[in-house]
Structure formats: structure tokens, C-alpha cells
């Protein structure tokens, strides 16, 4: 008998944002690692992944779920996507991006949930992160380990965020969101400190860049609107507008159901 | 002199080859490829290696080829599938598992040859028809598994030969 071998081996990685330092610095031209350190665009970059998610996730709170026979518990909407408020995003959807609870079917709260009543007794518990053995994020499904529910028959509750279309598909644009969205909290950081005379400077490998706070603000503004598009890309529809009058309720925006992002 | 092995990978089409010294599983479709660099994001596929073993050296047939892990153990929620077919299809990855690869990888030698020629499982290699069917390998990570670098596997082929 004769045999020969090979190996293989990977590297496990949850990305704690959706850009890395590399692409924003590639994307954005900021390549000067002593004007733009790289313990400064890290941490903004983590400050625009919370806004990203702010501005295109919607949340869900305290949904009712739905088990099946082979004890997966269904939500009604999709798609999944990241918590924002977590400080983690993965680019994908996890357990620490869901909130799990249980609570008593046989008393009054659940009932009281349900019916949003005035007697609601929010006696609820939180099913840790560990609890959820299996995510289906296309499907909108997930699954508890044997440990839960506690108590046989306890209803669960689940808080979730939710994207306009499925993560895995706009991967692209929340990276550029939040490249975007980076490059602007250090403009106005500049902008704040350097502001001489009404003209703000960047230097840039021995360069500089001048500006009247007027073409900067111009610069901002440019990259919102790039910003917004992204969002507006991959947030849900989610509510009704109400049309009174002739152009009563009208929104602003390319699109008309988008709604206006304040900034 | 005895038979020997190359690992040729395919790399989008069956015209389009490499040697392959290591098959580490990445998010990325080429050959040799860093695993630190294109690593595998939890949630999701490796894209699947698609090779061939091709055989050389002096030899009158070879038979019975057979493939199983002999070393290294899974980390939580990571599996690495197998399977083989006559036919190719270009890898996948990311979201999506490769419509092959859907075995997990035997951890001990099968009683019976899993790699085929041809599509079947009585063949004999020769030095004119030297090689393996398509085996195509992928990598799953669940939402379970923690970042960092998982345990190095060894890919064993066994085979008869005279």
C-alpha cells in the first residue's frame, strides 16, 4: 500500500467592521500614516459602523416568534442583519446579532405583548448569545440549544435588526458607507482644529491642502450625498407614507418612499 | 521506483492548472494562496479546491485510491466536506456550498476506495490515464466558531499499486 500526504488549514475571521484600514486608506487617498494614524482611523471607522447600521438596519423589538415542528423558531421579516448598539459587526449575521427572550405563556405576559395591553408585568428573561445554536439569515429562522427555553412551553420573544436586502448582496455598499462615513468624521475633526481665518489645511506627505471653510463644507456635503445613496441602497421599506393634499406629505430623496436621513 | 503524486489544482477552468504544495482553505479562488490573507469569514464557505491527483514515476496500475484526515481535529464549528465527480465546475465560496463537496471528510481509511476515475470506482491507473476524477474540497464555519487559525490537517492518500 502506498500513500502520499498533503495539508490544509485556514484562518477563522469575524470582521469587526466593514471596511478595513487598507481599503479606506486605498479608497480615500488618506495615506499619510503621521497625519492619519492608524490607531485614529480605527477607531472611526468603528464609530461609522455604528452610524452605518443606525442608518440602514431597522430594528425590531420584542417579536413574537413562531416554532415549527423541527423546532425552528421563524421571525416575520427579513432580512437579518447586524445589532447596532453591539460595537461588533461581523458581515454576517451572528448571535450577539440577535436578542432572545422567554417568558411564561400561562401568565399575563405574554398575552400582555402580544395584545400591547396596559397590564404588562415585563417579567422577561434574556436568552444569553450561547443559547442559539443555528442561524438561518435567508430564511429568517433560528434555533435555541436543548438549554432553552428554560421551562417548557415559554413563549419567545425576538429583538433583530433587519436589511432591504440580504447582507452577503450589499457587502460592497456598506463598505463603501462606511469608508465614506469615516472620511467624513475626520474632515470635520479637521475642520474644527485647523480652521485658521475661515481656511482649513490638511497636510498630506508634505503637501497641503487649503481650503475656505465654504469648499470644505462643499466637500462634506458631496460625500453625504454619496453616503446616502449607499444607505438608501440597502435600508428596508419600512412604514406607509400618508399622502394629504396635493404633494402633502411628500418626502425628500431620489426615491420617493426613502425617507430623508438627517444628518 | 515506486509511483509518484502531484496535486494539479484547477483554477476557474480545466485549462487553467497549478501544483498544488498545500490545500489551504481560503476565501479566495488560486492556488498555494495565504490563508492570513484571505481568510475565511465565519458564516460562511471556503471556496471549494478543485484537484486532481495525477500520478508519475514507474508503475504498471494503480488501484483502490483512497483519501481520509488522518491528523489534526476540528476547532468548534468547522467541518471540511468532500467529494468527488468525473465532471467540473468552477469553485464556490462565500455564501454558497459547492454542489459536490457534501461529505465530511472520513477521519480513518474507508473500507472502500472514495476516489474514483472516470466516474467509477473499478478502474485502474495507468501511465497513459494517470489521473483522478475531479475531488473538490470546502470548508464550512459556523456562526459558532471563534477568529484565529485553526488546527493544520493532514489529507492522506492511500492506494494499491504494482
Known amino acids: 500500500m502506498a500513500s502520499d500526504t498533503i495539508t490544509t488549514q485556514m484562518v477563522i475571521s469575524k470582521d469587526t467592521a466593514y471596511c478595513t484600514e487598507d481599503q479606506f486608506r486605498n479608497e480615500t487617498g488618506f495615506t499619510d500614516t503621521t497625519e492619519f494614524t492608524s490607531a485614529d482611523i480605527g477607531r472611526k471607522?468603528?464609530?461609522?459602523?455604528?452610524?452605518?447600521?443606525?442608518?440602514?438596519?431597522?430594528?425590531?423589538?420584542?417579536e413574537f416568534t413562531t416554532k415549527d415542528s423541527n423546532d425552528r423558531y421563524f421571525i416575520s421579516r427579513r432580512w437579518l442583519a447586524n445589532a447596532y448598539g453591539s460595537n461588533v459587526s461581523h458581515g454576517t449575521v451572528t448571535p450577539l446579532d440577535l436578542r432572545i427572550w422567554e417568558s411564561d405563556e400561562t401568565s399575563s405576559i405574554s398575552s400582555a405583548f402580544f395584545l400591547q395591553g396596559s397590564r404588562i408585568n415585563r417579567l422577561i428573561h434574556r436568552v444569553p448569545s450561547e443559547g442559539i445554536s443555528e442561524i438561518d439569515s435567508v430564511n429568517g429562522y433560528f434555533k435555541?440549544?436543548?438549554?432553552?427555553?428554560?421551562?417548557?412551553?415559554?413563549?419567545?420573544?425576538?429583538?433583530?435588526?433587519?436589511?432591504?436586502?440580504?447582507l452577503h448582496e450589499i457587502e460592497t455598499e456598506l463598505k463603501f458607507a462606511n469608508i465614506i462615513w469615516t472620511?467624513?468624521?475626520?474632515?470635520?475633526?479637521?475642520k474644527g482644529k485647523r480652521m485658521k481665518n475661515g481656511v482649513i489645511s490638511i497636510s498630506q506627505g508634505g503637501r497641503t491642502i487649503t481650503r475656505s471653510e465654504a469648499e470644505f463644507n462643499e466637500w462634506i456635503r458631496d460625500l453625504y450625498q454619496q453616503y446616502q445613496s449607499y444607505v438608501n441602497w440597502c435600508r428596508p421599506y419600512y412604514g406607509k407614507n400618508i399622502t394629504i393634499g396635493r404633494f402633502g406629505d411628500r418626502r425628500y430623496g431620489y426615491f420617493p418612499r426613502t425617507g430623508r436621513l438627517s444628518w | 521506483m515506486a509511483s509518484s503524486v502531484?496535486?494539479?489544482?484547477?483554477?476557474?477552468?480545466?485549462?487553467?492548472?497549478?501544483?498544488?504544495?498545500?490545500?489551504?482553505?481560503?476565501?479566495?479562488?488560486?492556488?498555494?494562496?495565504?490563508?492570513?490573507?484571505?481568510?475565511?469569514?465565519?458564516?460562511?464557505?471556503?471556496?471549494?479546491?478543485?484537484?486532481?491527483?495525477?500520478?508519475?514515476?514507474?508503475?504498471?496500475?494503480?488501484?483502490?485510491?483512497?483519501?481520509y484526515k488522518s491528523d489534526g481535529a476540528y476547532v468548534t464549528g468547522e467541518v471540511v466536506n468532500y467529494g468527488v465527480s468525473s465532471t467540473f465546475h468552477v469553485s464556490?465560496?462565500?455564501?454558497?456550498?459547492?454542489?459536490?463537496?457534501?461529505?465530511?471528510?472520513?477521519?480513518?481509511?474507508p473500507s472502500t476506495t472514495n476516489v474514483t476515475v472516470g466516474g467509477t470506482t473499478t478502474y485502474t491507473i495507468t501511465d497513459t490515464e494517470n489521473t483522478t476524477d475531479y475531488i473538490y474540497l470546502q470548508s464550512s464555519v459556523t456562526i459558532q466558531s471563534v477568529s484565529g487559525t485553526v488546527n493544520s490537517k493532514t489529507l492522506t492518500f492511500t492506494w494499491q499499486e504494482i
Open chain 2, 92 to 109: 464556490t465560496g462565500g455564501s454558497y456550498e459547492d454542489s459536490v463537496a457534501t461529505t465530511i471528510i472520513p477521519t480513518s481509511a
Open chain 1, 144 to 166: 435555541l440549544t436543548d438549554d432553552w427555553p428554560s421551562s417548557t412551553g415559554y413563549r419567545i420573544f425576538a429583538d433583530y435588526w433587519m436589511a432591504g436586502k440580504p
Open chain 1, 183 to 190: 472620511e467624513i468624521l475626520i474632515l470635520e475633526e479637521k
Open chain 2, 6 to 67: 502531484t496535486f494539479v489544482e484547477y483554477l476557474g477552468s480545466t485549462t487553467s492548472t497549478a501544483t498544488s504544495t498545500q490545500l489551504d482553505l481560503v476565501s479566495t479562488m488560486g492556488a498555494n494562496a495565504s490563508r492570513s490573507t484571505y481568510p475565511v469569514s465565519v458564516g460562511n464557505y471556503s471556496y471549494s479546491k478543485v484537484f486532481k491527483l495525477s500520478f508519475g514515476g514507474t508503475f504498471t496500475s494503480i488501484t483502490n485510491i483512497k483519501l
Open chain 1, 45 to 62: 471607522i468603528i464609530e461609522a459602523v455604528e452610524k452605518v447600521k443606525r442608518d440602514v438596519f431597522v430594528s425590531i423589538r420584542l
